[in-house]
């Protein structure tokens, strides 16, 4: 196990334009591109919008480096082949399912086998083709071992990663950054990337979105403040390493397939840089949730941290949403999650504790899926314990869990492994099989036929 890194320094804002030197006066001054820049630096610009985007959505930084990221041999297909990346999601890589899935948490590969997070990682489900910059895939990753000597670059699309086991200490171009279980990160198309692993061996989760990138949701009627704040976004400071480090490999991540290319330096030389394109990260603990605080639950939109827009207004291609400690206090409501069936289709993970709507058998660092359509809700055990507790409109606090949800509109297919794995819970089904009737066509109704409901609102 790697000794535990400190946390690096950030720089705190959402979409901000960023500025940050690791030498002073190493950022140009009046201009981007200079004949020559200082400390003999090249620029570089990454572009994550086309040029043409309109100005509130254009994403671009200037990267100043020791050497431009283009001095490596050529690429060539990866050995071994990763045999379990998807990017384009049709009949031949994956298959369609109406049914309720849910996996258990999967097992961390033992140190007898060394995995780092590009060998760890594995798509579940997606939907779409980051070909045609439309779509979004879920992938998982359990590892035990740091990138050693190489980088990641993801030319499909931006990862939001949500660990679930182990830090991430992740050096980009832009610098380093820290996550621990309990926050997430979004390395952005195109950035290179080491994963490091601090605590030994990780688990976690990824949403990959093609041809978006995230936004904070609108507000609306909740105001000016709330949710996820913009001030608690923590972005890199510069940071860079000057080394010949012959056979260094970056792994480029290109149409869900891995290419190596080598070269001879660290690419995480990049002394200074501006611009708002930029790696990120947040702590859901941050997170300031809006509820009821009469009756009923609310949708679980009030709860999303961050929104991947889709063409279509107010539709999301892809948002993430938190379930997060909170205060319950509606009165005579079924406060759990209400039985639902959604044009959406909901994969949701779980970081710690227990989820609301699940008694048993949702375990952190499992998986759920229910897909367009597709109903669920509580499982028996936590709807028959709501239920006997009676009318109990104390206010009551859900601690120590933290569970999540990766919402789209778009129907996600499934990868074969994630159906054929043994962690796949064959028996889910079960959990809500033994909810009963409680139908009871005498009570609850006056003679005359009328229902009778009480001044609370509750049936009498
Ligand atoms: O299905 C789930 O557990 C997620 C969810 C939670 C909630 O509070 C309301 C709707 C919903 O889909
Ligand atoms: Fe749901």
């Known amino acids: 196990m790697e000794k535990p890194s400190a946390e690096p ?18 950022l140009t001054r009046g201009q981007n591109s200079p004949l020559k820049c200082p400390y003999g630096l090249y620029a570089e610009q990454i572009s994550g919008t086309s040029f043409t985007a309109p100005r509130k959505l254009n994403q671009r930084s200037w990267l ?56 760890g990682l594995y798509t579940v489900c997606g939907s779409g083709s980051s070909f045609i910059r439309h779509g979004y895939a879920i992938h998982m990753y359990a590892a035990n071992k740091s990138m050693d000597g190489c980088a990641l670059c993801n030319a499909d699309g931006d990862f939001l990663i949500v660990p679930q ?53 609108d507000l609306g009627p909740i105001g000016a403040n709330g949710l996820a704040a913009a001030r608690d976004f923590l972005v890199p400071t510069a940071w860079f390493e000057e080394n010949y480090q ?10 869900g397939e891995l290419f190596t290319a080598k ?26 949730p809006f509820n009821t605080v009469l009756c009923d639950h609310g949708d679980p939109s009030v709860n999303t941290v961050l929104t991947a827009p889709s063409d279509k207004p107010g539709v ?25 069936r959604n044009c959406m289709s ?61 919402e789209s509109y778009l129907i996600p297919r499934i990868c074969p492994w994630a159906l054929e794995s043994p962690d796949l819970d064959k028996n889910y089904y079960q959990c809500w099989i033994g909810l009963r009737p409680h139908f009871s066509p005498h009570n609850g109704v006056e003679e005359n036929g009328t229902l009778t409901i009480s001044a609370t609102g509750r049936v009498a």
């Open 263 to 288: 070269q001879d330096f660290s690419p995480f030389n990049v002394v200074a840089w501006h611009g708002n394109y930029a790696p990120y990260k947040y702590d859901l603990g941050k997170f300031c």
């Open 346 to 406: 909901e994969f949701m993970g779980l970081i710690y504790g227990v989820y609301e709507a699940k008694a048993d058998g949702f375990l952190p660092g499992g998986a759920s899926l229910h897909s367009c359509m597709t109903p669920h809700g509580p499982d028996t055990t936590t709807y028959e314990a709501t239920i006997a507790c009676g009318d109990n409109s104390e206010p009551f606090r859900i601690g120590g869990t933290l569970a999540f949800m990766f």
């Open 316 to 340: 999301a291609l892809l948002d993430f949403v938190i379930f997060p400690p909170r205060w319950l206090v509606a009165e005579h409501t079924f406060r759990p999650p209400y039985y639902h």
């Open 246 to 255: 012959p056979g260094y490999t970056i792994v480029q991540k290109f149409g």
């Open 165 to 217: 086991k182990g830090r991430l200490s992740i050096t980009t171009e832009c610098g380093k950054l820290q996550v621990s279980p309990g926050e997430m990160v979004v390395l952005p198309q195109g950035f290179r990337f080491s994963v490091n692993l601090p605590d030994g061996p990780s688990r976690g989760y990824v949403a990959e979105i093609f041809g978006a990138h995230f936004q904070l949701p």
């Open 64 to 119: 100043y480096r020791i050497k431009p990221s283009v001095t490596h041999e050529p690429f060539h297909a990866r050995v071994p082949r990763h045999e379990r990346l998807v990017s384009e999601f049709n009949q031949t890589t994956s298959s369609a399912t109406p049914t309720q899935l849910r996996w258990k948490p999967v097992n961390i590969p033992d140190s007898g086998s060394s995995t780092d997070f590009i060998d």
């Open 9 to 26: 320094e950030y720089l705190s804002g959402f979409g901000n334009h960023f500025e940050s030197e690791a030498l002073p006066g190493a």
